[in-house]
């Protein structure tokens, strides 16, 4: 049991450094999803890290540890977006002055309108198809990680996808 005057550490925390190379990645894209920009997303997974760090013990002895920390991510996110308080931001391009761009951009550009796409969903609809687009997870795997209804995920889904076929973000075969 961690005493709050204890300060985390890894040699305290087997397991933990394997699980973030082999998660991080994929907690990212999910945050990316379920975030406005990139900062966000990055500052996002930083904060929840540090939460599976201090809760480590708890975490590793789950039945899926990546389950616990995705609904984690989801928390933290739906939490990130309640708070209110101005957040930093990143400094206009016309301050820094122009940057040379690759002409291989096509698949970020892509990426990008997804995105801006999901952050125009309510935060129910962006966390179910993120979790089943990004993540991979099925309806049933969703409702556990989101602690709702298998039929409130399929509608949740279907709503989120209709708001983006509607907004013109999504093409009518998808």
């Given at each position: 049991m961690r005493r709050p005057w204890q300060e985390p550490s890894l040699?305290?925390?087997?397991?933990?450094?394997?699980?973030?190379?082999?998660?991080?990645?994929?907690?990212?894209?999910?945050?990316?999803?379920l975030t406005r920009s990139n900062a966000d997303a990055e500052d996002l997974v930083q904060d929840v890290l540090a939460?599976?760090?201090?809760?480590?013990?708890l975490v590793s002895r789950a039945d899926d540890p990546a389950a616990y920390v995705n609904r984690m991510l989801v928390n933290a996110a739906t939490s990130f977006w309640r708070r209110g308080f101005q957040r930093e931001s990143p400094t206009d391009s016309a301050v820094l002055g122009d940057r040379p761009?690759?002409?291989?951009?096509?698949?970020?550009a892509e990426r990008d309108a997804l995105l801006q796409a999901l952050a125009t969903l309510r935060p129910k609809h962006r966390a179910v198809l993120v979790l089943r687009y990004y993540e991979g997870l099925n309806d049933h795997e969703i409702a556990e990680t989101l602690g709702m209804a298998h039929a409130t995920v399929r509608s949740n889904a279907a709503r989120g996808l209709a708001a983006l076929r509607k907004a013109g973000l999504l093409g009518a075969h998808v």
């Open positions: 040699e305290k925390a087997p397991g933990f450094e394997e699980f973030v190379r082999a998660r991080s990645p994929r907690m990212l894209s999910v945050a990316r999803g939460k599976v760090l201090l809760k480590w013990d761009v690759d002409d291989t951009s096509g698949a970020l």
